[in-house]
């Protein structure tokens, strides 16, 4: 009955307000006479017509023209990011390339029309200031990463490094400066505003790109990391205020004259530090326990970035330095960070940075270099570059006791420039201080530069080599482990310690946990980190084995598990899986065909290996891809049981012989006891004997039909083949792994 009421009531209130629509405006129409004498309506083009001319003034309007740019930008930004990822190149190689590609150097000169329908040169202005804010939100999450702690901790080293790694790179970029001022400089510009501009460009590290580095080759733990890290946080530091000198001297005209903004500039910095960071010191306590932000300590916070960012470009030392205090001075407190960060960063990465690739593309005319000279300055500029970066970093590293591999890591490390590079460019070409064609060669320059460093450190690794595999040679077993969580991290630690015999000097358990890509948030990744690694650190000093963990951001997860355990001298890989609802299910063949589609490069792989999309699915997608893709032994776990006490063998495939060795070590190392079922016939009865003349109270044998709920039930672990699980699988047995763990192996 209500509901009808409802209807009656909806219907009786939208007739009669309409009825008074319609009276008003007929009543309405009667005033037009003394207002509207003599009217032409606009009819000369047809309806279809109008609709076109309007249709084209709103895709022309400048909210359209910015949406359609971001739009593109983003899109195209993503595309050439995912590319170079696959070709093992930070993501922002292939984001500062795709700048390059909508300037006028790709889209603009093949082109032209697309280029000044989508970038029209009034529309630039937007374009760049809202990029101006992706930086400045870019820079005050770059001032947050730092960890001044660990800059305290390695400051001596990691300052010699790195101030060795300015001031020789800045000498030759003065020095430089000299041979190419008369040539290059733009006119009225003074000597010293352009060779310090030439010599603070040679001498910037990217700290985002080489924390990323780091943290994707597994290094975060190294000395070869820690350091690293540390050399690029003071080089960041120290570079940043000494860009902020430049400019002002730049913006004064003379030394002299920047004396004032530098003072004004310190006292600043002082305020930022003395006063300001103890209060928000205060603050960040609050939220150390975890607890969420709230909107007011958010605008609270937001307005310190913002008037920062103003006072010290009043100043005259630009707006991206008083980002960059403003998140050096932000609580320090992990969970604060990393909780701040992720409000901040996704907006800057995702949507406003790639607009400043963009428009540093836009300004990047590589056609501008047209001549063999000109190509010649520019290989020029860029050795100097990374001969003083290079060079600089490794021989001061050497200097202060770090091995020459190491040495020549950080040196190509610390060569790399990335997105700080193109900051500081743009900022000299806004000031006037750079022409069109040096800068350029610079942007080329930090391309190159950023691109040669995965190669260089692949080069490095590759040289020092022989000497690892040397040490490699004395271990014996050497497992891989490959977890998610901490829990399934400790299951598959407990099984490796029931596979490695005594002694356990001879042994060696890699612990790898990959995590998928998230940007800047180091505070986040580092909290994620303990947490996992803890107690698989606590677990295997209390079975005493020889663990290491790599913990590392990963693309493509299963694919990276793979490559690692093929490319390193690993016997075994061993990965743990819960059994999936939709395992050998037709939902389960539908999910793992649509997860190929959505990543075209499996798509691709799956039909060129003429694989049937529609195969039964044993395992998920990842497990698959892993048994695949990996060319040495895996184990994959189901764990039900955490003991090993009793441990069935069956034998449903020919193939099945391999299986003994590992039954063989659970006897030796866990004194476990095994049941063998011959269900497949094979020939390998002697084999067996051999193990239970050896072990005479460990082995028992069991024919098919003695295979029953009861003995199930006393068993504690399933030690079965890929291809026997598959037959169980297919055969739509449930038996097995309800109750007990399971082992599936893949020689």
């Known amino acids: 009955m209500k509901k009808y009421r409802s209807l009656v009531f909806y219907t009786i209130v939208i007739a009669f307000f309409s009825l008074i629509i319609f009276f008003i405006l007929k009543k309405g129409s009667i005033l037009e006479q003394d207002k509207v004498i003599n009217f032409v309506p606009k009819l000369t083009a047809s309806n279809w017509g109008q609709f076109k001319d309007t249709l084209w003034h709103n895709v022309t309007e400048p909210l359209s023209i910015l949406l359609l740019q971001i739009i593109t930008i983003i899109i195209v930004s993503r ?63 770059i001032g947050m990463e730092l960890d001044l702690n660990v800059l305290r901790n390695k400051a001596h080293d990691a300052v010699v490094i790195s101030h060795s790694s300015i001031i020789i790179p800045f000498s030759l970029g003065i020095t430089l400066s000299y041979f190419i001022y008369s040539e290059f400089a733009p006119a009225n510009v003074h000597f010293l505003s352009f060779a310090l501009f030439i010599g603070i460009s040679m001498s910037i590290t990217a700290f985002p790109v080489l924390a990323r580095i780091i943290q994707e080759r597994g290094l975060s733990k190294t000395r070869l990391g820690t350091i690293s890290i540390t050399c690029a946080a003071a080089d960041d530091i120290t570079a940043w205020c000494l860009l902020a000198a ?92 990393s909780t701040f960060i992720e409000k901040v960063e996704d907006i800057a990465l995702v949507l406003l ?35 003083g970066k290079f060079l600089g970093s490794a021989l001061s590293a050497r200097y202060v006791g770090q091995s020459w591999k190491d040495s020549l890591s950080i040196g190509a490390l610390m060569n790399t420039r990335g997105l700080m590079e193109l900051v500081v460019l743009n900022i000299g070409y806004d000031l006037g201080v750079l022409s069109a064609e040096i ?41 891989l482990i490959s977890f998610n969580t901490a829990d399934n991290g400790i299951s598959l630690l407990h099984l490796s310690n029931a596979l490695i015999p005594p002694p356990r000097e001879n042994a060696h358990i890699t612990m790898l946990h990959l995590f998928p890509t998230n940007g800047l948030n180091q505070y986040n990744q580092q909290e994620h980190e303990k947490n996992s690694l803890a107690p698989i650190e606590n677990e295997a000093q209390s079975l005493n084995l020889p663990v290491s963990v790599t913990f590392k951001p990963s693309l493509d997860e299963d694919m990276e598990i793979s490559k690692i355990a093929n490319e390193q001298n690993f016997d075994l890989l061993l990965v743990s899986t819960e059994n999936s609802i939709f395992e050998g299910s037709l939902l389960g063949k539908i999910l793992g065909f649509t997860s190929k589609v959505i990543n075209p490069e499996r798509f691709v792989e799956t039909f060129s290996k003429k694989d049937s999309p529609f195969d039964v699915f044993i395992f998920n997608e990842k497990i698959n891809t892993i048994l695949k893709s990996t060319k040495i032994p895996v184990g994959v776990y189901m764990q039900k049981q955490s003991r090993f006490d009793h441990v069935f063998v069956p034998f449903l495939s020919s193939n099945d012989s391999f299986l003994l060795p590992y039954a063989q070590k659970f006897i030796q190392n866990h004194n476990s006891k095994i049941t063998f079922s011959d269900m497949a016939g094979i020939e390998n009865q002697q084999e067996i004997k051999d193990i239970e003349q050896t072990y005479p109270d460990h082995v028992s ?36 792994s309800k109750s007990l763990s399971i082992l599936i192996i893949k020689p």
Request: glycine letters at 8%; hydrophobic letters at 50%; aromatic letters at 12%.
């Open 79 to 141: 595309i050439f990011g995912f590319f170079f990822k696959k070709i093992g190149q930070p993501s922002v190689i292939g984001e500062i390339i795709a700048g390059v590609f909508l300037g006028p150097s790709f889209v603009g000169m093949y082109l032209p029309e697309v280029s000044s329908f989508l970038f029209p040169h009034e529309s630039l202005g937007n374009l760049q200031f809202l990029s101006q804010i992706g930086l400045i939100l870019f820079m005050f999450v």
């Open 246 to 337: 430049v400019i002002a001297i730049v913006k004064a005209g003379s030394v002299i004259s920047a004396l004032y903004t530098i003072a004004i500039a310190v006292i600043y910095v002082l305020i930022m530090i003395k006063l300001v960071r103890p209060f928000f010191r205060r603050i960040g306590e609050k939220y150390s326990n975890g607890e969420s932000v709230s909107k007011s300590a958010v605008a609270l916070f937001f307005t310190t970035l913002l008037i920062s960012s103003c006072a010290t470009e009043i100043i005259g030392i630009h707006a991206l330095f008083g980002a960059f205090m403003a998140g050096v001075i932000m609580p320090s407190h992990i969970n604060f960070r």
């Open 353 to 387: 940075l790639p607009l400043f690739f963009v428009y540093t593309g836009l300004r990047t005319e590589i056609g501008l270099l047209n001549s063999p000279e000109l190509w010649k300055t520019c290989f020029i500029v860029a050795g100097v570059a990374i001969a």
């Open 439 to 479: 800068f350029t060669m610079l942007v080329i320059m930090a391309l190159l530069t950023t691109f040669m460093t995965g190669p260089a450190l692949d080069l490095i690794e590759k040289l020092f080599k022989e000497k690892d595999k040397e040490a490699d040679k004395k271990i014996q077993h050497n497992i």
């Open 701 to 736: 044998f069991l024919d098919e039909e003695e295979i029953n709920k009861s003995f199930i039930n006393n068993q504690n672990l399933l030690l079965i083949s890929v291809d026997s699980w598959k037959k169980l699988v297919e055969m739509k047995t449930g038996r097995f």
